[in-house]
């Protein structure tokens, strides 16, 4: 079936440290999108990538979506404890898929030490 | 935030007993969700709704109903609660089909 992997499941940085999470589709997605889930929270909507090679800046978060929109990742550079959380990449399929089903990856789990 | 609000926010409950949680929102979408989060699992989604009465199932509705009778609820429903169930209920929202999602504040339930 569909899947989406985000690659690592977990990462431990120091603070100031740059963080990357990557993610990638086993089928072509029609735009990818990312949240992030804070400690104890609910996941929050980041950002929405949908053109091939798409690159998009939030302060230090770097978003990219690949040329073949398959896969996507986020940097963030200089980590802060604030960055502390899961982070989630999601997608429709653009072909076929579950009917009203994003897919979500499972997520990379960002520590950061002071 | 969206406007989006679940209850209860913390259950304990016992096997066998039925347990529904609910889901209101106040942005008048029409696509509402309920996924359970488990550690190594990520975010699975049980059933979804298109519209008043319109449901569907998704991957992993098995002992789980849903029932949306206004546009603004959304109803999950164990009919007899087993301790698999243990989990995080998130409700999300969507205005169009694939849209961005906006989740609610989850629901932690324990089953004993």
């Known amino acids: 079936g569909q899947q989406v992997m985000q690659i690592p499941q977990y990462q431990h940085v120091q603070e100031g440290e740059d963080f990357t999470t990557y993610c990638n589709s086993s089928t072509t997605l029609s735009n990818i999108q990312w949240y992030k889930q804070r400690p104890g929270g609910h996941p929050v909507f980041l950002i929405q990538?949908?053109?091939?090679?798409e690159v998009k800046k939030q302060k230090r978060l770097t978003f990219q979506f690949g040329e073949a929109k398959k896969n996507s990742s986020l940097h963030i550079t200089a980590t802060q404890t604030t960055d502390v959380g899961t982070y989630f990449c999601a997608g429709p399929p653009i072909y076929g898929g579950s009917q009203g089903n994003l897919i979500f990856g499972k997520g990379t789990k960002l520590s950061v030490k002071p | 935030d969206a406007g989006i609000t679940q209850s209860p926010r913390h259950k304990v409950t016992e096997t066998g007993t039925p347990v529904t949680l609910r889901c209101h929102q106040t942005?008048?979408?029409?696509?509402m969700y309920w996924y359970r989060q488990d550690p190594g699992h990520g975010l699975r989604l049980i059933h979804y709704s298109y519209g008043v009465k319109d449901t569907d199932k998704g991957e992993v509705s098995d002992g789980y109903s849903v029932s949306r009778s206004k546009t603004e609820d959304f109803l999950l429903t164990l009919e007899s609660a087993t301790s698999s169930q243990t989990s995080v209920y998130f409700c999300a929202i969507s205005a169009e089909l694939y849209d961005t999602q906006y989740f609610g504040p989850g629901t932690r339930l324990t089953v004993l």
């Open positions: 942005e008048n979408h029409r696509y």
């Open positions: 990538l949908v053109k091939s090679g």
